[in-house]
């Protein structure tokens, strides 16, 4: 009842009441009441309601507001920390410099205010949330802290009074538990209901989880009562189960326990309740043993059906393939299955991972971390729970957000290393982890299938499951590799040796994976994509914790770790071996790239050896296991070569995938790295003969490796021999000269892999850092960034600053080789090894060749340069033994006579690698003396070949006879017969030498002494042999000894081919002599080596060049090296016979013979063709218009270029015919129009504005062009008649008419059938055929119209030209007459039809509201205002693109291009239509007195626009175009001196607006004076006198603004400033006139001096008799009165005086009109991107008020718009477009902010542009991805703005696409 009484009061008096008396001693009443309310308020069964939430803010305000309470308790915040958590998408910062974790974050805030000058940061979106870092030393440097948290202003808080949280401490718990209940409510099991909607539990929650949010937000004081609620186990206990009484709490803890139980979970008590047996908790005895049989025979045993729960989820696994069921895998069976809750925390994480991690939830426990206690319990819960979260995200559907949530989490927990190892100590987080990835991965396995695939007891991962494809595992390993960062938690991890080996097992998981079988008949039916998902695994799961260990064992010190790990690799390879039944050979056409046992050996090996100190031998097995573990690493070096020799063809494109991801950069160096050192490794111990056998038989080339010309090969077609002989020379010259692992320094293998990167191509800074394989684990700390990789590239890379080609692709900022690097260190091999496309090695060699030419080494064609190697590391020294073992040098012996023989399938790159061999070889002598080796009783075939190994006393052992096998048909055994019946010999008739299978021992005596010479080579008895030998040698038992041959005895197909029979073949050669033979050969001289070459040779001279060069190397090194060699040598080169040209045996041999030859010539072919291909390109560059350059200077005289022809004829480029345009075919100009605002957005001054990046500034566009030209239209529009403002100003400003042509023209009705076909074509084109758009049919430039040329002359010549002798008033008067002429309608013609048609399309081209000016729309006197407008529209912005003067001369860069003429004649035509009433024409105006015609107006008629308000060049141009073309120069001329007295006496009365009346009465005097002297009207003086006193009659024209006039002239005015700045009021027009005189007549444009200007325009136009220098020239003395000067004047001032109606301020501002205008410019920049970044990523909309997703920045006004934002649509056309349109006439240029590039809109086109922002190293950033700073390029920015006020975006940029309004 209490409880009623109370909830009836209002919350505010009753709170109040409450807490007065909750502060007496004795509460207990309180506390009832409280008790009570809270029971009525928060009763759960009520559902969740606001009310209850207005009742706890009042309740803990204890009776103050709310709010006041918050700013109160934040007074107390004694957090040190920032911690201020942000969810996906946040923009933070990372600095590398103040980092101690790499996983390190900052808010924007903390970064600001910190200093991280010059250090390695970068700006990142958050992809899975995170929380700030300041002032958390356990993460970051203090020196990197904010102001705030530096200075702890936390710490010296006074204590909190206690009363003041005395509510909360109350209040909280009950709210908390209500929660709780809600949660468990709202929970369902997904069985019972299919679509059970967690979501609406959750937002019936979203504002109770808010509020816990805000609580958070208030500080350190209220985050301590909080920590007290949520640790504190009693109150949970109460609360929790309920109390007796409460049912529905108890009922609550029941659905509670129920939750528990379905989630697979047991809570403690039952467990030992049930007497599930008191051990079950403890560990299971043999942990150890049992993780090691997981291996063996357990995994067999138990492949019973997989338990039923596995079957409902239906993951029966890919391809029906069995799950197999492992028994005792797991440590520690409770991790996965107990859990008990102990309080409030506990259960409320309990309940976030059964909702899958909401985000507010996670956002409120991640709050509360800034609290030290608070951290420690909450990450022990997390971890208690660990096992329970990877079980619930492994069932979750929304795995990827719920991982990243999770991840959220665990990386602030576990970055701090204190925490990591507290947690690692206290409650097993390892063994938990292990544990749990070993469930997870167990839930996906299957039967291995390698090797023995009936009997194979090994099983690994399925790649096909979800687990696997989604990698729903990262979240896991990201935190293990996190935790395994913490040096004192990975020794832990390294000390537990039942860990370790829990932890091999899980990694022999991976153990030969995703295993491929070569496809041999027909091609694959579906390619498995599972390789992304194997590679990933294997990268992400084994190697990264590989790196991770690593990192921890590099000292003396940790030498143990280093033992235990490589120990239990070999044991655990030595189960998998059994496991998988491996004998000693490989099975055929399998192949798995995952080998991470092997991997983990190596890299533990090579690490040990390198930073440790340990002895190589003490840490590798026997004999035999080197050979077990060396024979996969080498299989997947042999299928490399077959997959690129397509052998793997009918296997898919996905085996290409899987062999280019093999050595991509980032997993080389966990891959193809470690596989090469353990193949290095295995080659340096194991016999050498035994080695160099293996791999020409795992590589499939033995039968190719015969003296005989021809061979069967049972195992290759012919096609693929090359390239398979290719590959295993190859490898065996990468495994003998890669240092990589043995003995390279850091930083030498640093600088090699950039060398080779930059060799194949130049580089950017980031694709760089990408390209060179680092330490691939992202959480060791070793970072790219560090300085050693800058200083290293600026050794050897010079960097090329970004350049902008004109053509529009735009160059990054790149790093390209110097040139002693191409000398020096250019290393073909690496650059092979690091390929991951075939063609980078071509690149890398053009190259290097371009090189060789430029610097003026001369070869033909270059061969890869031989590098010295760095020594080899004492450890490693057996690897030389490669290089000198007899079977390698009975294989080079054999390919050196093959190819001088030129058998087939030799090639260059075979002997290229031939010589690389042999020259390592001479460069790595065997260091140890004629080691014995131990007596043999039978004499090897092989040792008759070479008395040694040494490879420098072999090369000049010369070989008489071989005894070869042959088929049947060889030529071999054609000559035999020959020679037998020449002369008898003894008949060999034995056939029991080495055939390929069987051993090669059985030779007899007598057959012996016959032919003791000839010798025998089959590799594979003698590896036979050696394999024997060393398993003997391994003294194993005598069963062991007999191994089965498995594919020794080789099965021939029915049908074989010709029976083999022995040959023995005369040779007489050795090596050395073989090289000198070669070396005739590529030379094709016969004596190419003279006995006096030996004697001047320099090795040192011959590193570049072509096989020459390299075989020359080598005989000279080899004569440096041995006295003996020397002699053999000048021996073979003293005899100089001709050698006897090998008999041409077979047309295979002329075959192979002649291919080279074939090459050549086909190349040079080729050359030719494309030089001839060049020079047609070329020319026709050059006749073709270069669109690229607008600026490029095309002076071409039009004048004296045109000859006096009748007629002008035109090339259509369709067509090509060639004629004149005719009124019934007539021809066009391809021309693009295009709507412009270029001219309105211009300025007074020259400075751009700058775009605003603060609240204080503002852009203003009133003072614009365009601006200005619409207030003074309206002005007019007020006062005056309307048709008469409509012919006295220009429109076109904002939205006017451009119109650009390439210069090509072509007949109407050919392009009207090009636009047929163009809309016939189906291909998706960059422009729309419906709108009329088209490229040039010959330059491919953009265009929408043709403008029709006029039949007839071009240029007006002859008579037309003549100067004139009539006198100005005869001009006068004709001029009146031509206007009075009628308008003719043209004959209905094609022509005039075209011409309607393209006036149509200009008008088209803009927007409605850019044509309507008038009071009426679409009356005639506004068509004719647009017609006008756009004439001077293009006049104006050709002035614009010569720089806004005539100063430069000549034909514009246009002149070619130009089409004025053109388009003056088909306006003129359609303007001529209206002629202009008389009465009103303005001419008589400025020609004669018409003072009497000014009565007959009627009062109610608006005046006209008298003279001086009009705008003179607008006059000109209506004056052209409305008399009949084509005009006499001579009017034309008279026009414009009539026009210039009108713009003067404009200039002069605007200049006397800005005097003060001191000097207007001081100047009027002078002007008086002056009246009467002789050619008064010829000086300013007397001009202006004569207009200050006339207007001086109007009323207050000057007194308006005298307060303004005094500030604008606080200079005083002399004659020369006067003379100045009336010469500037009148540029304009006579710049304008003259421009239209160069298009009409074609008068040539002499360049000048700036000052000069004035003069020279004068002199052009003929209003001077001669040219003067500006200077001393008079304006006035250019003026040509037809009338007396004064009475016009008088009439022009007596029309703005009559205007008394009119308010004096406007009239002022309608006369002082200034006609100059800047040139356009874009905004002003910041230099720094982010200044611009900051400000606007967050800055909501103005029109909207959201944060726009994705801000842009309108580069022309700074207007801030949404792209692609559906909250600013109208009519369904998104804000980017409209701004386009309204801004620029549908040209719009936007940064796009949160991606920094900058996009253009063109109609209803756009592309993107690029960025004017690059960082440091001159590379773009896109998105933002790197985050690097960014700085402005002005060049580039210099570049857009030069296509923008050129219009050139449409030809320029080659990528559009339409936006359909979705911008």
């Avoid at 030379?1083 to 075989?1111: C, F, M, R, Y």
């Avoid at 074509?1321 to 088209?1334: N, T």
């Avoid at 003069?1655 to 003395?1677: F, Y």
């Amino acid at each position: 009842m209490m409880a009623a009484s109370l909830l009836r009061r209002d919350k505010k008096s009753t709170a109040a009441h409450l807490k007065a008396d909750l502060k007496r001693t004795d509460n207990s009443s309180g506390l009832r009441q409280l008790q009570e309310l809270l029971d009525s308020v928060l009763n759960p069964e009520r559902g969740s309601d606001p009310e209850a939430l207005e009742w706890c803010k009042w309740l803990l305000a204890g009776g103050d507001g709310f709010d006041e309470f918050c700013r109160t308790v934040r007074s107390y915040d004694n957090a040190t920390l920032c911690g201020l958590v942000w969810t996906a998408n946040f923009v933070a910062y990372r600095c590398r410099t103040c980092g101690i974790s790499p996983c390190m974050s900052l808010c924007a805030e903390c970064f600001n205010n910190g200093d991280h000058t010059g250090h390695d940061f970068n700006m990142f979106r958050s992809q899975a949330g995170g929380a700030c870092d300041c002032g958390d030393g356990n993460v970051m440097r203090e020196s990197g802290f904010c102001s705030r948290h530096r200075l702890k202003t936390g710490e010296n808080v006074p204590s909190v009074p206690r009363d003041l949280l005395l509510m909360s401490e109350m209040v909280l718990p009950r709210f908390i538990i209500t929660i709780i209940q809600y949660l468990r409510d709202g929970y369902t099991e997904p069985e019972s209901a299919a679509d059970r909607d967690l979501q609406k539990v959750l937002q019936q929650l979203e504002l109770h989880i808010s509020f816990l949010e805000e609580l958070t937000k208030m500080g350190g004081a209220m985050r301590t009562v909080l920590t007290k609620i949520l640790t504190n186990q009693q109150t949970f206990k109460e609360l929790s189960m309920g109390q007796e009484e409460n049912v529905y709490a108890k009922r609550s803890y029941e659905k509670y326990l129920s939750a528990l139980k379905s989630s697979g979970l047991v809570s403690v008590e039952e467990k030992g309740a049930g007497g599930a047996g008191a051990g079950a908790t403890d560990p299971p005895a043999g942990a150890g043993a049992g993780a090691l049989s997981l291996l063996g025979a357990t995994a067999a045993a138990s492949l019973e059906d997989s338990s039923k729960e596995e079957d409902q989820d239906g993951l029966q696994g890919v391809g029906q393939r069995k799950r197999v069921k492992l028994s005792s895998s797991t440590k520690d069976p409770s991790i996965m299955d107990t859990l008990k809750h102990k309080c409030f925390l506990e259960e409320l994480l309990f309940w976030t991972i059964k909702y899958e991690f909401p985000q507010k939830m996670v956002t409120f426990l991640l709050n509360m971390l800034p609290d030290q206690d608070y951290k420690i319990t909450f990450t022990k819960t997390f971890v208690q729970h660990y096992a329970f979260i990877m079980k619930t995200l492994m069932k979750s559907h929304e795995s990827d957000t719920m991982s990243n949530r999770i991840v959220h989490i665990s990386v602030q927990l576990f970055s701090n290393e204190e925490l990591a190892r507290h947690v690692t100590e206290e409650c097993q987080l390892l063994d938990i982890m292990v544990t749990v990835l070993l469930y997870m991965m167990e839930s996906c396995l299957i039967k291995s299938e390698l090797q023995d695939e009936e009997n194979n007891r090994h099983v690994v991962v399925n790649c096909g499951e979800a687990l696997l494809k989604n990698n729903t595992y990262w979240p896991l390993v990201s935190d293990f590799i996190n935790i395994l960062s913490h040096q004192s938690v990975a020794k832990r991890f390294l000390d537990d040796h039942s860990l370790l080996l829990l932890w091999m097992s899980f990694v022999s998981f991976f153990q030969g994976m995703n295993l491929n079988k070569r496809e041999l008949n027909e091609h694959v039916e579906f390619e498995s994509q599972t390789y992304y998902a194997a590679f990933a695994a294997e990268l992400e799961a084994c190697a990264q914790p590989m790196w991770g260990l690593l990192t921890h064992c590099k000292v003396k010190e940790t030498q143990e770790y280093t033992k235990t790990v490589v120990r239990y690799c070999l044991e655990t390879l030595q189960m998998w071996f059994d496991a998988i039944g491996f004998v000693d050979e490989p099975s055929l056409n399998q192949l798995t790239f995952h080998l991470p046992l092997h991997r983990y050996y190596a890299m533990f090996l090579s690490k040990g050896v390198k930073c440790q100190g340990l002895d190589l031998d003490s840490l590798l097995p026997d004999q035999e296991m080197l050979m077990k573990i060396m024979v996969h690493p080498l299989q997947i070096q042999a299928s490399l070569s077959e997959i690129h020799s397509n052998m793997w063809v009918r296997n898919g494109l996905q085996i290409k995938g899987q062999a280019m991801t093999y050595v991509q950069s980032h997993f080389c160096n966990s891959m193809i790295d470690p596989d090469i050192y353990l193949l290095q490794v295995c080659a340096s111990r194991l016999d050498p003969d035994y080695f160099i056998s293996s791999v020409f038989e795992r590589f499939k080339v033995v039968d190719l490796l015969t003296m005989a010309s021809q061979h069967q090969n049972a195992v290759l077609d012919s096609e693929q021999e090359r390239p398979m002989l290719e590959g295993a020379l190859t490898f065996l010259v990468i495994l003998s000269s890669l240092r990589i692992h043995l003995g390279m320094s850091d930083d030498e293998i640093l600088r090699a892999e950039m060398v080779s990167q930059l060799c194949m191509n130049d580089r950017t800074h980031s694709s760089l850092l990408d390209l060179i394989p680092e330490n691939p684990n992202p959480k060791s700390g070793v970072v790219p960034g560090s300085c050693s990789f800058e200083e290293m590239l600026s050794g050897v890379a010079d960097f090329k600053a970004p350049v902008f080609e004109p053509g529009g692709s735009m160059q990054q900022g790149m790093y390209t080789p110097k040139a002693e690097v191409w000398e020096k260190e250019f290393d073909p091999i690496m650059v092979i090894l690091r390929t991951v496309y075939r063609r980078d090695v071509q690149s890398a060699m053009d190259r290097y060749a371009a090189f060789l030419k430029q610097s003026g080494v001369n070869t033909g064609n270059p061969w890869p340069p031989y590098k010295e190697r760095t020594p080899l590391h004492p450890c490693y020294k057996g690897l030389v033994r490669l290089l000198h073992c007899k079977t390698l040098h009975i294989v080079i012996f054999t390919l050196l006579y093959k190819i001088w023989m030129d058998h087939q399938n030799m090639s260059e790159h075979v002997l290229c690698m031939v010589l690389y061999l042999i020259e390592l070889g001479l460069d790595n002598q065997v260091q140890d003396d004629k080691v014995e080796e131990e007596p043999c009783i039978e004499e090897h075939c092989h040792d008759s070949w070479f008395p040694g190994t040494s490879l420098l006393s072999n090369l000049h052992h010369v070989i008489n006879y071989v005894r070869v096998r042959v088929p049947e048909t060889a030529p071999e055994v054609e000559r035999k017969r020959e020679r037998e019946r020449e002369r008898e010999t003894p008949p060999s008739t034995s056939s029991e030498s080495a055939t390929y299978g069987q051993s090669s021992r059985r030779l007899t005596g007598n057959w012996r002494e016959n032919l003791r010479e000839a010798q025998v080579f089959s590799l594979v008895a003698e590896r036979r042999r050696k394999f024997q030998e060393i398993i003997n040698r391994s003294n194993h038992e005598a069963s062991q000894a007999v191994r089965p041959k498995s594919s020794s005895a080789r099965w021939l197909p029915p049908g074989s081919p010709p029976q083999l029979v022995t040959e023995i073949l005369e040779i007489r050669e050795s090596m050395l002599s073989l090289l000198v033979k070669l070396h005739q050969k590529l030379s094709a001289k016969q004596n190419s080596l003279s006995l006096s070459w030996l004697a001047e040779v320099d090795p040192a001279h011959h590193a570049h060049g072509d096989g020459l060069t390299a075989i020359e190397r080598i005989l000279a090194k080899a004569a440096a090296r041995s006295r003996h060699s020397k002699r053999c040598l000048q021996d073979i080169c003293g005899k100089v016979c001709p050698p006897v040209p090998p008999k041409k045996n077979s047309p295979g041999d002329k075959k192979s013979m002649d291919k080279e030859e074939r090459r050549q010539r086909a190349r040079e072919r080729q050359q030719k063709l494309l030089a001839e291909f060049a020079s047609r390109q070329k020319s026709f560059m050059e006749t073709a218009m270069d669109v690229e350059s607008p600026e490029a200077d095309a002076v071409m005289d039009m004048g004296s270029a045109e000859p006096l022809e009748s007629e002008v004829l035109y090339d259509c480029v369709i067509c090509g015919q060639s004629g004149p345009s005719t009124e019934d075919r007539p021809t066009g100009l391809v021309v693009l129009l295009q709507a412009s605002s270029v001219l309105g957005h211009r300025c007074r001054s020259d400075t751009p504005k700058r775009l605003p990046t603060t609240d204080e500034e503002h852009i203003y566009p009133e003072d614009t062009c365009g601006a200005t030209n619409d207030v003074r239209l309206s002005l007019m529009q007020r006062y005056f008649k309307d048709s008469s403002c409509l012919q006295s100003v220009s429109v076109g400003w904002d939205g006017g008419v451009y119109v650009q042509t390439c210069g090509h023209t072509l007949h109407i009705d050919c392009h009207k059938s090009y636009m047929e076909s163009l809309r016939n074509d189906q291909v998706l084109q960059g422009f729309s055929v419906d709108k009329g758009e088209f490229t040039c049919p010959l330059c491919r430039q953009f265009a929408n119209s043709v403008l029709p040329c006029r039949p007839g002359r071009g240029i007006e010549t002859g008579t037309w030209h003549t100067p004139s002798t009539k006198s100005m008033s005869t001009l006068v008067k004709e001029v009146e007459d031509l206007q009075e002429q009628l308008g003719i309608f043209p004959m209905e013609s094609n022509l005039s039809k075209e011409m309607e048609s393209v006036i149509k399309d200009i008008k088209n081209t803009t927007q409605k509201k850019y044509m309507d000016y008038g009071k009426n729309p679409g009356s005639p006197d506004n068509d004719f205002l647009f017609m006008y407008s756009v004439a001077r529209t293009n006049l104006e912005l050709e002035l614009v693109h010569r720089g806004g003067n005539l100063c430069s001369g000549g034909a514009s860069a246009a002149a070619k291009r130009s089409c004025l003429n053109q388009l003056f004649h088909v306006l003129a035509m359609h303007m001529r239509l209206y002629s202009i009433d008389s009465a009103y024409n303005p001419w008589t105006r400025l020609t004669q007195n018409t003072h009497s015609r000014e009565t007959e107006f009627c009062d109610d008629e608006r005046p006209e626009v008298p003279m001086l308000f009009r705008d003179v060049p607008s006059l000109l141009i209506i004056f052209i175009l409305t008399m009949p073309q084509p005009l006499r120069k001579e009017h034309f001329t008279c026009v414009v001196k009539v026009l210039y007295s009108l713009q003067y006496t404009q200039a002069l009365a605007a200049l006397s607006i800005r005097f003060s009346r001191e000097e207007r009465l001081a100047w009027s005097n002078t002007g008086a004076a002056k009246k009467n002297t002789p050619n008064s009207d010829k000086s300013w003086e007397s001009l202006l006198g004569h207009v200050i006193c006339e207007l001086t009659k109007a009323k207050d024209v000057y007194d308006t603004n005298s307060e303004e006039a005094l500030m604008l002239s606080s200079s005083v005015w002399s004659p020369q400033s006067i003379e100045f700045t009336l010469q500037q009021f009148c540029l304009p027009f006579l710049r304008l006139s003259c421009l239209l005189q160069h298009h009409l007549y074609g008068d040539s444009l002499p360049g000048c001096q700036v000052e000069e200007e004035f003069s020279l325009l004068t002199g052009c136009l003929s209003l001077t008799a001669s040219v003067q220098s500006s200077g001393s020239m008079s304006s006035a003395a250019c003026l040509d009165w037809n009338f007396n000067a004064f009475d016009l004047i008088n009439q022009w001032c007596s029309e703005v005086i009559a205007l008394s109606s009119t308010p004096s301020q406007q009239s002022v501002s309608l006369l002082v009109q200034d006609p100059q205008w800047a040139a356009p410019r874009l905004l002003h920049l910041p230099d720094n991107y982010n200044t611009i970044f900051q400000y606007y990523h967050r800055k909501s909309c103005t029109s909207c008020g959201k944060t726009p997703k994705d801000p842009a920045l309108c580069l022309v006004c700074g207007a801030f718009v949404c792209l692609k934002g559906h909250c600013c649509k109208q009519q369904g056309v998104c804000e980017c477009v409209l701004h386009s349109q309204h801004c620029g006439a549908a040209t719009g240029i936007f940064l796009l902010v949160n991606a920094s590039v900058i996009i253009i809109i063109r109609g209803h086109r756009f592309c993107l542009w690029g960025s004017v922002y690059l960082d440091a190293h001159g590379e773009e950033d896109r998105d933002l991805r790197r985050g690097k700073p960014l700085y402005l390029c002005e060049e580039r920015y210099r570049v857009l703005e030069q296509q923008w006020v050129s219009h050139t975006f449409d030809h320029i940029n080659k990528r559009w696409g339409p936006h359909y309004n979705g911008l």
